[in-house]
T-cell receptor
Framework: DAGVTQSPTHLIKTRGQQVTLRCSPK?????VSWYQQALGQGPQFIFQ???????QRGNFPDRFSGHQFPNYSSELNVNALLLGDSALYLC??????????????FGAGSRLTVL | ELKVEQNPLFLSMQEGKNYTIYCNYS?????LYWYRQDPGKSLESLFV?????AVKQEGRLMASLDTKARLSTLHITAAVHDLSATYFC???????????FGKGTSLLVTP
């Protein structure tokens, strides 16, 4: 049973460029959340997608946007990259919007370096 | 704003010793999670604590939750090298999977 898969695993961009990260949720999951983890820090919630709509959003600027497709996969887009956007971007999947006793399943992440 | 504070942030301990990691949070919450992260790897779920007084144990790790004190602990018993990792607590304020993480506790277990 495949877990959460993310691509690419590593990428390097320059300031001002745009990046798209991709995520396929675990089989049976329909909700995707994105987190940013800076070096030495805990993950920070970016946003969550369910039924192809953004349902919750953390404290991130509009440069960060996303999309969810009918097959539940998701993309994270970041425009006008800044040096501070360098981080590990984690995708997590779950079933439904209410966690109950469930937990998020995290992918291995996409490490973005902005030069 | 929900704040989650862990301490210590760094912990070096000898094999066979016991220690406790603390997680304090600033507002009421529905649930608290503990995750483990190995270097360069993703997050692995350890425990989810759903109610006041909840206690869960897995191997040498035991987690507890005191919602009145807004405190969770992760107790390590007779540490072994394989437990070396970074441990995060996370609070889910609205049961909607938008987790607020602490900064993590980097644990190193030495012979």
């Amino acid at each position: 049973d495949a877990g959460v898969t993310q691509s690419p695993t590593h990428l390097i961009k320059t300031r001002g460029q745009q990046v798209t990260l991709r995520c396929s949720p675990k089989s049976g999951h329909d909700t995707v959340s994105w987190y940013q983890q800076a070096l030495g820090q805990g993950p920070q919630f970016i946003f969550q997608y369910y039924e192809e709509e953004e349902r919750q959003r953390g404290n991130f600027p509009d440069r960060f946007s996303g999309h969810q497709f009918p097959n539940y996969s998701s993309e994270l887009n970041v425009n006008a990259l800044l040096l501070g956007d360098s981080a590990l971007y984690l995708c997590a999947s779950s079933f439904g919007l209410t966690s109950g006793a469930n937990v998020l399943t995290f992918g291995a992440g996409s490490r973005l370096t902005v030069l | 704003e929900l704040k989650v504070e862990q301490n210590p942030l760094f912990l070096s301990m000898q094999e066979g010793k016991n220690y406790t990691i603390y997680c304090n949070y600033s507002t009421t919450s529905d649930r608290l999670y503990w995750y483990r992260q190995d270097p360069g790897k993703s997050l692995e779920s350890l425990f989810v604590l759903l109610s006041n007084g909840a206690v869960k144990q897995e191997g040498r790790l035991m987690a507890s939750l005191d919602t009145k004190a807004r405190l969770s602990t992760l107790h390590i018993t007779a540490a072994v090298h394989d437990l070396s990792a970074t441990y995060f607590c996370a609070v889910d304020r609205n049961s909607g999977y938008a987790l607020n993480f602490g900064k993590g506790t980097s644990l190193l277990v030495t012979p």
